[in-house]
């Protein structure tokens, strides 16, 4: 909620440090997992309506570098 913080969105991905940290915390040992876990972020970051084009963008790119990794290794 947009409470106190206008203009500052909820999402855990609305910081680029703190999306970069939930990026580097997906495990890595399961590529099926890290996949789905990227997934998830990916369709929450698509739904979510408090991102400007240029940060959804931003970190849909970032999701999928983190996922580059794990398609390599299937």
Known sequence: MKLFGA?????PM???KEARAILDA???GDP???LEDLNHWL???R???GFSPQ???QIVQRVDE???VHLRRL
């Open 43 to 45: 369709e929450s970051v």
């Open 55 to 57: 940060h959804r963008a």
């Open 14 to 16: 609305a910081e680029v």
């Open 32 to 34: 099926f997992k890290a």
């Open 26 to 28: 997906i495990p890595t």
């Open 7 to 11: 203009g500052k969105s909820d999402h």
């Open 66 to 68: 983190a996922a580059q």
């Open 47 to 49: 739904a979510w309506q």
